[in-house]
């Protein structure tokens, strides 16, 4: 059975090493980048199924590597390993169409865990910054629960309620589908919903969106 392939990036050797021993019994190994511009070239020339790469790199950072390759259509699921803790990374990280942002410190079973969401078109991030990360910025006030939903936000639950998919969504929007989901999750956490069905019902019940 062949095995997903999986590019490798830090600038600390002893971080690829420990990492290759954790996924070389699933996954093959296809290359490793000490640096952003090698993560960049590699992603392009390896056909990696899965990248996993810190953010703070020589040269070009994860998540600057991660924007150039969007816009390449390099459509390859990015998983952050690092060691920034602070939700506003891992946000931008999210935004700019990253699977997954697992904490350095974690258990290696979290970066496992990330890959299989990953695979199945999801999004993970470590339970220890999770609430943080989805929480919607600033306090909202309790009669209108729509009020800290960003323009994006609405953007993406008005192509909801019309019936796309996040995969449609971000063609038409021109994003990649799990910068789709970030929001779509962001919106779901500030209106206090769990499924896309409740998201949908309540944007039409308080007039989020138009019918």
């Known amino acids: 059975m062949t095995r997903p392939r999986v590019l490798l990036a830090d600038d600390h050797r002893i971080v690829l090493a420990g990492l290759e021993a954790l996924l070389r019994d699933d996954y093959e190994l296809v290359g490793r980048a000490g640096d952003g511009r090698s993560l960049l070239q590699m992603a392009r020339t390896t056909g990696a199924d899965f990248i996993v790469a810190d953010i703070s790199m020589p040269g070009l950072n994860g998540i600057d590597a991660l924007q ?29 169409g990253a699977a997954g942002y697992v904490l350095k410190h974690a258990a290696p079973q979290e970066l496992l865990q990330a890959l299989r969401v990953a695979a199945e078109g999801g999004i ?16 909202r006030p309790e009669r209108d629960p729509a009020s800290g939903l960003t323009p994006r936000q609405r953007e993406i639950i008005g192509q909801l309620v019309q019936g796309r998919s996040a995969k449609e969504i971000a063609r038409l929007l ?20 769990k499924s896309n069905a409740e998201l949908i019902q309540l944007a039409l019940r308080l007039q989020i969106v138009g019918p």
């Open 68 to 96: 150039a390759m969007r816009r390449e259509g390099l459509d390859v699921p990015v998983v952050f390993l690092t060691m920034h803790t602070e939700p506003a990374y891992a946000r931008r990280a999210l935004e700019a």
């Open 124 to 139: 993970y991030v470590s339970a220890e910054i999770a609430a943080e990360v989805f929480a919607a910025p600033g306090q």
């Open 174 to 193: 021109d994003i990649s589908h799990r910068t789709v989901e970030y929001h779509k999750y962001q919106a779901m956490e500030a209106l206090g919903v």
